[in-house]
């Protein structure tokens, strides 16, 4: 059986990893092969980008070197894919080499598009890159005190980050000294201040007691970067000092060139994680049009799940696996205080009250990550 | 007709100090619970989780090793222990013996003087089984896909 992976992050790495300790025996054997392509040697730990942007993390340590991630079987490239040909079972790299399969995973995540608002790349600060996350600890910096606005664009990836940027600028000022000088507004697109309802409900009363304003039902419409105003399609506008942005995220240009899927998300089913009319092609992570948050632990959960019913149509010529829609995400809200979120298809999340704990199993795991991308947790 | 029994005054206070007993050690194992979160940074944490990490990372690439499981096995009986042993001994009394000699003059009468020597030739003879041994072990290997 021929496994090819395509996409190197997160849900690319972990499904290769267990794909190749299940198939171990097999792999010996020759009678199963795992190709992972991917469009960097290196692999960049994501979810510390945020910490970059305040200073609490070098852009070095987010990253390590791909190949040593994965298991020794597993045949790596940097040759990312330009062309999906599923009905011929392979796909055209970059280099121009063709790759042929029997079995498909495609997790290729998702890119930011903050151009498609006039004036949102220019006007406002980000942290989803390792330069934007530098530029805006630099600007963070700078800021003396005025008016500061956060904008949230959807969908975007890591649904927490929204409300933990606004604590950790809360934080971030008054370890400086000058929140009393700090006008703090959030804008959320929807009528309440962020998409899972429990959040909101917790996340309300704990901007009111930091002194956040919010405005909600607010979609960004563009920014007039001269007069340092963001507007929005509902009519509304705010001045800005300083605007931080969450920016719209949209699936990767090969996806929608091959016409995958609108947007870049391919229609996956839900439980199986199979693409939409392609039994033998998964999808996993950023990459589907699932209705579960875009984060890391949403594709470590979901390439467990196809690694196994892999292996085991491998093995027993069935799926053993259902996807339940698991995530879980961390909060961290300010104060050296943390919570969680832990929700799927059927249960949302119950919040608990954040404490220190909590905080350093954060810390923690942003150091266990390594472990857990190579299959280990 | 009941009978009611009454607790002595003396296990009672025994009880009672029973209980202020567990309450102290509860008391301390709190304070110690709290020390030990003071102390801590995030600094720490990193440092300990990243190591903790790198730990069970490396820990399971030896446990699926399996030439180092097959060296464990074989280092595992009591005649390996012994030939490390002697072996260990033997490099030991040579270290002593080459300290304690004169440095060799050279020379062909030297070299035959040394070749007479019934513990070279035991020496030589030792060499000698030990590459016919191990050339037939590393076929072996070779054979099975091992090296």
């Known amino acids: 059986m021929r496994i ?41 730990y994501q979810p510390g980008l945020l910490y970059v942007a305040f200073g609490q993390m070098m852009p070095d340590e987010l990253y390590r070197d791909q190949a040593s991630l994965l298991e020794t079987c597993i045949d790596f490239h940097v040759d990312p894919v330009e062309q999906f040909q599923l009905d011929q079972n392979q796909v055209r790299t970059k280099s121009g080499r063709i790759h042929e399969y029997d079995v498909l995973v495609i997790a290729t995540g998702s890119r930011i598009v903050p151009e498609e608002i006039p004036g949102l790349a220019e006007g406002a600060e980000t942290f989803y890159t390792e330069e934007s996350a530098v530029k805006m600890f630099k600007s963070l910096r700078e800021f003396q005190g005025g008016k500061l606005a956060i904008v949230v664009g959807v969908p975007h990836k890591c649904p927490i980050a929204p409300v933990e940027v606004t604590f950790a600028l809360h934080d971030y000022f008054k370890a400086r000294g000058i929140r009393d000088k700090v006008e703090m507004k959030y804008h959320y697109p929807i009528n309440r201040i962020h998409s899972i309802e429990n959040v909101a409900k917790w996340a309300k009363p704990e901007f009111d007691r930091i002194g956040v304003e919010y405005e909600t039902l607010f979609n960004v419409k563009e920014v007039d970067v001269k007069n340092k105003i963001v507007k929005s399609e509902e009519g509304t506008e705010t001045e800005y000092d300083l605007l931080i942005s969450i920016p719209a995220h949209r699936g990767m240009e090969v996806i929608e060139k091959d016409k995958l899927g609108v947007g870049g998300w391919i229609p996956t089913d839900r439980h199986q994680l199979t693409m939409e009319g392609h039994d033998n092609v998964y999808v996993l992570g950023d990459t589907t049009n699932l209705p579960v948050s875009k984060t890391g632990s949403a594709a470590h959960f979901e390439a467990e799940v196809v690694a196994e019913n892999i292996a085991s149509i491998m093995k027993i010529g069935a799926p053993v696996r259902e996807y339940d829609g698991k995530v879980y995400c961390f909060i961290e809200a300010g104060h050296d205080r943390a919570t969680y979120a832990m929700f799927n298809y059927k249960n949302p999340p119950d919040l608990k009250p954040p404490n220190k704990s ?19 947790l | 007709m009941t009978t009611q029994t009454e607790t002595p005054p003396a296990a009672t206070a025994a009880a009672s100090d029973n209980i202020a007993h567990d309450l102290e050690q509860l008391s301390e194992l709190a304070t110690l619970v709290t020390s030990a979160r003071d102390a801590m940074s995030d600094e720490i944490v990193t440092r300990l989780a990243s190591a903790l990490s790198e730990g069970i990372t490396l820990l399971d690439r030896l446990t699926r090793n399996e030439g180092l499981m097959r060296l464990l096995q074989v280092l595992d009986r009591p005649e390996s222990q012994h ?49 016919q041994y191990w050339s037939e072990s590393l076929r072996e290997l070779h054979r099975r896909g091992g090296a």
């Open chain 1, 4 to 44: 090819l992976v395509v996409g190197g992050g997160t849900g690319g790495t972990i499904v290769a990893n267990n794909l190749a300790r299940r198939l171990a025996g097999e792999i010996r054997a020759r009678k199963a092969r795992i190709t992972m392509l991917s469009a960097s040697d290196r692999h960049m």
């Open chain 1, 358 to 376: 909590m905080h350093w199993f954060k810390m923690s795991y942003n150091q266990m990550y390594w472990t857990s991308v190579r299959g280990l």
């Open chain 2, 83 to 131: 030939l490390l042993l002697s072996l260990s001994e033997a490099l030991g009394a040579m270290s002593r013996d080459i300290a304690t000699a004169p440095p060799a003059k050279g020379g062909l009468v030297g070299l035959l003087r040394l070749a007479r020597e019934p513990g070279t030739q035991e020496g030589l003879r030792s060499l000698s089984l030990l590459g």
